[in-house]
């Protein structure tokens, strides 16, 4: 079982940080853990992985149910040179209403069903067969007296006429079914016909199978009589003589639940085979599998709410969430392991889990723990800073043995640089959508050490901020431009009512007003506007 790891969309250090972090540790615990994230990283988490030689994540566009997540029916396939008969009777042992061909690299050749079979007795060909000796020796209880093993195709005649009628009848194309009747064999035999079934278990004499041999006149005695031999016959037929083969509906693992649902219901068939990309097998899809189908296995780190997460998050199962925001709208069915504390990075807290398990976080591991602390405390100057962000980071540069300060600098610098980046990359680089009361908020937040670059195009930040107020129909539409050093922002925002501005920062309404000492989006800005709102009210 698979459990996926993540953070929220527009993904920062902490986010990538913990989820790779936290995979490292459920990995250790005995789990297979996949972390993953849910766009492009930033700068700033480039230079913190590429720091400590860790790989980006796996890019997760969805956690919608795909056919992989379903516990689909796992048969193996069967040989196109299996007869009939034997494919009949493993279906009904095992109760299988379909059979999957497959050649000797399990690739999918056709597929076979039970009433495939029924109509072959219905409405076959009587006349023609097309199969193997051991096909025939198999299903109708013989072994091959003369003769080597071999495929057989001719025409079927069960011999009930005298011997001169026979002459008429017979030739080298022929498959002769015959009891005790020598002078027919004889007759065969000097034919060359493709073969000979003796019934009722009869012995060859020693003339005829000598003769048969030096003709190559494969010759195959078998226990049924004439009658059971001549009615079962055709169920000795290759597979391959009824399968289906063309326009076979099959599907991939990547399918998404609703693709799937969609043409099963516009098709009738009771199974579905399920290929892979080099058309290998794996499997049979039917329609019970989609009343209850299987959900991704999801832990979430760093954010608890929809519409921060995941597209399809409504469709997995989610088992656990490591948080430190404010508790949003997710709702799970059954109980979870939910830790969220008031800390300052969600680095902090997987740090502390660590050491409740008493498991060593290795070099890589610790570094993206302290890059993932110190990137959201902003080196501690954040106000959601805590005691237990501190204490985590020593011990963590126990590992490290950093030079904290200068590391710290070097990566805000390589995070804030907006060189080559356009107005929307911007804005959108750590955007999150919040709900209070009924009051839709779109709040983006820019770190940068560059803020001569952002009153540069100012004009466009303001412009493309109005499209997305007006699009969104937010209440608010706010870009905070966050200068580290200096430790307070700039504001960039359109609302419904400016009077929320003024009143929660205490400035006059004006684009790029300057508000000192406000850094932090969760624990400044967002209970600032809402006491603003309730004033206003």
């Given at each position: 079982?698979?459990?996926?790891?993540?953070?929220?969309?527009?993904?920062?250090?902490?986010?990538?940080?913990?989820?790779?972090?936290?995979?490292?540790?459920?990995?250790?615990?005995?789990?297979?853990?996949?972390?993953?994230?849910?766009?492009?990283?930033?700068?700033?988490?480039?230079?913190?992985?590429?720091?400590?030689?860790?790989?980006?994540?796996?890019?997760?566009?969805?956690?919608?149910?795909?056919?992989?997540?379903?516990?689909?029916?796992?048969?193996?396939?069967?040989?196109?040179?299996?007869?009939?008969?034997?494919?009949?009777?493993?279906?009904?042992?095992?109760?299988?209403?379909?059979?999957?061909?497959?050649?000797?690299?399990?690739?999918?050749?056709?597929?076979?069903?039970?009433?495939?079979?029924?109509?072959?007795?219905?409405?076959?060909d009587?006349?023609?067969?097309?199969?193997?000796?051991e096909?025939?020796?198999?299903?109708?209880?013989?072994?091959?007296?003369a003769?080597?093993?071999?495929c057989?195709?001719?025409?079927?005649?069960?011999?009930?006429?005298?011997?001169?009628?026979?002459?008429?009848?017979?030739?080298?194309?022929?498959?002769?079914?015959?009891?005790?009747?020598?002078?027919?064999?004889?007759?065969?035999?000097?034919?060359?016909?493709?073969?000979?079934?003796?019934?009722?278990?009869?012995?060859?004499?020693?003339?005829?199978?000598?003769?048969?041999?030096?003709?190559?006149?494969?010759?195959?005695?078998?226990?049924?009589?004439?009658?059971?031999?001549?009615?079962?016959?055709?169920?000795?037929?290759?597979?391959?003589?009824?399968?289906?083969?063309?326009?076979?509906?099959?599907?991939?693992?990547?399918?998404?639940?609703?693709?799937?649902?969609?043409?099963i219901?516009?098709?009738?068939?009771?199974?579905?085979?399920?290929?892979?990309?080099?058309?290998?097998?794996?499997?049979?899809?039917?329609?019970?599998?989609?009343?209850?189908?299987?959900?991704?296995?999801v832990?979430?780190?760093?954010?608890?709410?929809?519409?921060?997460?995941?597209?399809?998050?409504?469709?997995?199962?989610?088992?656990?969430?490591?948080?430190?925001?404010?508790?949003?709208?997710?709702?799970?069915?059954?109980?979870i392991?939910f830790?969220?504390?008031?800390?300052?990075s969600?680095?902090?807290?997987?740090?502390?889990?660590?050491?409740?398990?008493?498991?060593?976080?290795?070099y890589?591991?610790?570094?993206l723990?302290?890059?993932?602390?110190?990137?959201?405390?902003?080196?501690?100057?954040?106000?959601?800073?805590?005691?237990?962000?501190?204490?985590?980071?020593?011990?963590?540069?126990?590992?490290?043995?950093?030079?904290?300060?200068?590391?710290?600098?070097?990566?805000?610098?390589?995070?804030?640089?907006?060189?080559?980046h356009?107005?929307?990359?911007?804005?959108?680089?750590?955007?999150?959508?919040?709900?209070?009361?009924?009051?839709?908020?779109?709040?983006?937040?820019?770190?940068?050490?560059?803020?001569?670059?952002?009153?540069?195009?100012?004009?466009?930040?303001?412009?493309?901020?109005?499209?997305?107020?007006?699009?969104?129909?937010?209440?608010?539409?706010?870009?905070?431009?966050?200068?580290?050093?200096?430790?307070?922002?700039?504001?960039?925002?359109?609302?419904?009512?400016?009077?929320?501005?003024?009143?929660?920062?205490?400035?006059?309404?004006?684009?790029?007003?300057?508000?000192?000492?406000?850094?932090?989006?969760?624990?400044?800005?967002?209970?600032?506007?809402?006491?603003?709102?309730?004033?206003?009210?």
């Amino acid at each position: 079982m698979t459990f996926y790891i993540f953070g929220h969309k527009n993904p920062d250090t902490d986010s990538v940080a913990s989820c790779i972090a936290f995979s490292y540790l459920k990995n250790q615990l005995g789990f297979n853990a996949v972390a993953g994230v849910l766009g492009s990283i930033n700068k700033e988490s480039r230079f913190v992985l590429d720091y400590f030689r860790v790989p980006v994540p796996k890019l997760i566009e969805n956690v919608k149910t795909q056919v992989a997540d379903i516990n689909i029916d796992r048969v193996s396939g069967v040989s196109a040179d299996r007869s009939i008969l034997w494919a009949y009777k493993l279906m009904a042992s095992n109760n299988y209403k379909t059979l999957a061909v497959t050649d000797s690299n399990n690739k999918l050749t056709g597929i076979i069903t039970m009433k495939d079979i029924a109509m072959s007795l219905i409405s076959g060909d009587f006349y023609t067969l097309n199969t193997s000796t051991e096909n025939i020796a198999s299903a109708l209880g013989g072994h091959l007296i003369a003769g080597e093993n071999c495929c057989v195709r001719g025409k079927i005649v069960v011999v009930a006429y005298k011997y001169d009628s026979m002459k008429s009848i017979l030739n080298e194309d022929t498959i002769v079914i015959v009891g005790d009747r020598y002078d027919v064999i004889e007759y065969a035999i000097d034919l060359k016909v493709k073969l000979i079934i003796i019934t009722g278990g009869r012995k060859l004499p020693e003339n005829y199978l000598n003769a048969a041999i030096l003709n190559k006149v494969p010759v195959i005695s078998v226990s049924t009589d004439t009658y059971t031999t001549s009615k079962l016959i055709n169920e000795c037929n290759f597979i391959s003589t009824i399968m289906k083969n063309d326009k076979l509906v099959a599907f991939y693992p990547n399918f998404y639940l609703d693709e799937v649902e969609e043409e099963i219901l516009s098709t009738s068939f009771r199974n579905y085979p399920v290929v892979d990309d080099s058309n290998t097998f794996l499997g049979f899809l039917s329609r019970k599998h989609i009343l209850n189908p299987g959900k991704k296995k999801v832990i979430l780190v760093d954010h608890n709410e929809y519409g921060q997460s995941a597209d399809g998050l409504d469709e997995a199962e989610i088992v656990e969430i490591v948080d430190h925001h404010k508790l949003g709208d997710i709702s799970t069915h059954v109980p979870i392991s939910f830790r969220n504390i008031p800390v300052g990075s969600t680095c902090t807290i997987i740090f502390y889990m660590f050491k409740e398990y008493r498991i060593e976080p290795s070099y890589e591991i610790a570094g993206l723990l302290l890059s993932g602390i110190l990137s959201d405390t902003l080196a501690f100057k954040s106000p959601t800073t805590t005691e237990m962000d501190k204490k985590a980071a020593e011990e963590l540069n126990l590992v490290l043995n950093l030079d904290i300060e200068s590391y710290s600098t070097s990566m805000f610098k390589a995070g804030t640089s907006l060189e080559g980046h356009s107005i929307e990359e911007i804005f959108y680089k750590d955007f999150k959508e919040f709900s209070i009361d009924q009051y839709e908020l779109g709040i983006s937040q820019v770190f940068t050490l560059d803020i001569e670059s952002v009153f540069n195009r100012k004009e466009h930040f303001i412009e493309l901020i109005g499209k997305i107020h007006k699009d969104k129909e937010y209440f608010l539409t706010l870009m905070l431009v966050t200068d580290i050093l200096k430790e307070g922002s700039y504001l960039f925002f359109q609302c419904k009512n400016e009077n929320v501005i003024s009143v929660a920062f205490n400035i006059e309404v004006e684009q790029g007003a300057y508000v000192p000492h406000t850094v932090s989006r969760k624990k400044q800005i967002i209970p600032k506007i809402l006491e603003a709102i309730n004033i206003l009210r």
